[in-house]
Every structure is written in structure tokens, then in C-alpha cells.
């Protein structure tokens, strides 16, 4: 019989007494009984339930509730990260991108990345010593194809945000080992094998082992793309195209906006370009307020750069949360145009995040506690007004095809002398 709420809130406020004071770490985990696992459990439903802004919204409770009950019945069974894996398989049913339980860093990582196309999935950044791999699309592991591997890793993402959050999502859990194991993608965390054809489209198969837990994803070192222009700082920096007509301004961070943006506009009031490229291609989100008053507000006092075809923003699935919000912002308020591909986020959906931690265990969970709505149509994304999504032949090649469309379409207007 599934348990009731008043029975998995009794249960939580048991746990105040004895839990221990340490961070999530898996060496811990071993100190932890079956019981402890089942405890956390139940703190983590009701705490969903007494904080996310409406935890049903997306899966029915009776199924929530049968999901928890399974998972509740086969803990003794499982291994530590297998409990993991079924805890992350449950916060997802909630359907939203900010309700996740953070465990990324709790697992084993195979030293690779992924992007998933049209034609299929490649290996787009990997460390020296396995850039034999780069390039390479994938077909199968352990001999399973790519398409069932696609389903098994949806089942611990978040399935209400769109098809965009699906791509951007993905390539992160496919690199974790013991989630893979867990999930019936490999048979053994501890190597895997893929199969496919590499760069050149030869038939290719290698064995991979993950990396020592712990280590970061920075050694993912070498990358196929586009190379980004130097700036300053990379999380809030721009440069001057070709000759000078066009500024790209990457856009990833909030933190310290208003200094920030102050110091772009100075820029480009001392040197005004004809076209701005504005990046959120990799903007997770911050503060969705900063931008309207210390970018967008500026912009519209600027109106030689504040026009169709010189002001662009490019969007792509890894825009999401306030990025989304301020991509809405630019095409609302500015005469910018949308480049590249639809956001990550739906603009009507659930955002701002209550964090918690398992008392047990320690592992954050965060859910989402308000309920925003951005677009009056209820579209699932902010979808771009010139379409130029990221593809493999671009990518071989290192083109940007939002930076180029963008570009092109400001050279047709005759507001770019020539190609920048």
C-alpha cells in the first residue's frame, strides 16, 4: 500500500534527531542503512509537495505516489547511486527544469560530450588523451542503439519544459557512469562500449573507462565549433568582428550586470558599431530584472543601433530560466531579432527555486516555487525569428550558423559594408 502524505510528513520530521552534518559525497553513503535511504525518501516527497509551486502540474499524484511507493519497496536492494538514480527518476516527474536533485557530481564521468543533432548524435568535446573520439556518432552502447539510450536518459529529465531542454540535457547524463548502469544504458559503470563512425564516417568501435571521481568536467579540453572571439571575461565580454562594423557580445552570467553593461555602453558609444550581436546561446539564468535596466533600457536610448536588422539576440536549447525571460524582453521591448534556435525554457512555466537537502544523505534538491507567464500564445519555447540551429556540418567546419544568419541578414539590409 502506497504511503500517505501524514505518514511521509511523520516520517520527515522524524529525521531531525542524528542526521549527519556532511555534504553529499558517495565514500559517505556507505554509513547509510536501507532505512536512512527510505527516510530521505520520504522528507524528499513532502518537502516537494510543501514547497513546489504545484507539484502535480505535470504527473498525477496517484502516479507520483505509485513511483515512490516502487522505489521505496526496492531500496534494500539497490546500490547507493542506484538509490540516486531512482531519487533524480523521481524529482523529474515533476516536469520542470528548475525542480532537480543536484547528483552530477556524485557520479563517475566518461570522458566525453555529446551533441544531439538532426542526423544524429556526435562527440563534440573530449580530454587529449581520447580525442580519437572526437567527432564521432555514436550508434549504440554496449550494444544498445541511440534511440532506446535517448529514452532510458529521459526518464531522469525533467519532461514539462520542451524538445530544446530534452537536447540540452541529455549529453549530461549520458556522460555519468553509475547513473548509465543504473538506468540499464551499460552494463558496468566502470567501462562502456561505443560504437559508430568516427569523423570521417569509417565504422569504429572503441572501449571507454570514466574518470576518477571527482575530477572536473574542464579537462574536456579539446572541442570541435566555432571558436568563440577572446574577450576579458568570458562570462560577460564582447568583440569587434572583422572590421570593427559589428560587436559579439557574449552573454552567459548576471553577476555584476550593472558594472558590466556600464562598461560595454561606454564602448559603444565611443566607437558606435552598425550591427550588436547580443549571445544567450549559453545563459542558464540569474536575475531576469538586471537585464531590463542595465541592457535593454540603454538600447532603447540608442536608436541608430536600436533597429530591425542591427540588433540581433541569438538564442538556442541552452537559454533557459531568466535568459528566456530576457530573450522575450529583447523581442518585446527592442527591435531586436531572435537568431538560431528555440529556447530551453517555456515562457508560461514554473520558476525561482526552494533548496533543500536530504538529511540523511545531504544530497540539495531544488524545486520550483512560482508560476510565471511570459508569452500570451502559450508557445512551449521563445522561438527564433531567423531560424539557424547548430548542425554537424557547421560544426566540423567551426561555422556558427546563428552568428552568420545574423550577419547575412544585416548585410541584405545594407547596414554591414561587407562580410565581417
Known sequence: MSPTRRELLVAAAALGIGAPLYRAHPSTFSQMTGRHWQQDLAFLYAELQENHRDLFHHTPEGRFRSAISDL?????????????????????????????????????????????????VRVVRTTPEMQHLLGMQIKSIDGRPIAEISGRLDSVIPQAENAWYLLSQRPERLR????????????????????????????????????????????LEIALGPTKPATPDPSFGWARLGNGEAVH???????????????????LRAAPPRVLLID????????????????????????????????????????FSAAMTNASDFRRETEALLVGEPTGARPNGYQELHTFRLPHS???????????????????????????????????????????????????????????
Not at 185 to 196: A, K
Open 176 to 219: 555519468r557512469a553509475e547513473l548509465l548502469a543504473a538506468l540499464g544504458v551499460i552494463d558496468s559503470p566502470d567501462h562502456v562500449r561505443i560504437q559508430g563512425d568516427d569523423i570521417a564516417g569509417r565504422p569504429a568501435s572503441f572501449d571507454v573507462t570514466p574518470l576518477p571521481a571527482g575530477l572536473p568536467d574542464g579537462q
Open 72 to 120: 521505496h519497496r526496492r531500496i534494500p536492494r539497490l546500490r547507493p547511486l542506484e538509490i540516486v538514480a531512482g531519487f533524480q527518476s523521481i524529482v523529474a516527474l515533476a516536469g520542470d527544469g528548475h525542480t532537480f536533485l543536484s547528483a552530477g557530481d556524485l557520479y563517475r564521468s566518461f570522458p566525453f560530450e555529446t551533441a544531439w543533432f538532426d542526423d544524429g
Open 280 to 319: 544567450l546561446r549559453d545563459n542558464r539564468g540569474g536575475n531576469y530584472t538586471l537585464p531590463r535596466e542595465h541592457i535593454i533600457e540603454p538600447l532603447q536610448n540608442m536608436p541608430a543601433l536600436n533597429r530591425k536588422g542591427r540588433l540581433h539576440v541569438l538564442i538556442g536549447r541552452h537559454t
Open 362 to 420: 545531504q544530497i540539495r534538491v531544488a524545486c520550483s516555487i512560482r508560476h510565471y507567464r511570459f508569452d500570451s500564445a502559450g508557445r512551449d519555447a521563445i522561438y527564433p525569428d531567423l531560424h539557424a540551429p547548430p548542425d554537424w556540418p557547421s560544426l566540423m567546419h567551426k561555422r556558427d550558423n546563428a552568428v552568420e544568419a545574423a550577419l547575412a541578414y544585416a548585410q541584405a539590409a545594407g547596414h554591414l559594408a561587407g562580410p565581417s
Open 249 to 267: 557580445l557574449q552573454f552567459r552570467r548576471y553577476d555584476d550586470l550593472a558594472r558590466k553593461a556600464a562598461a560595454l555602453f561606454d564602448d
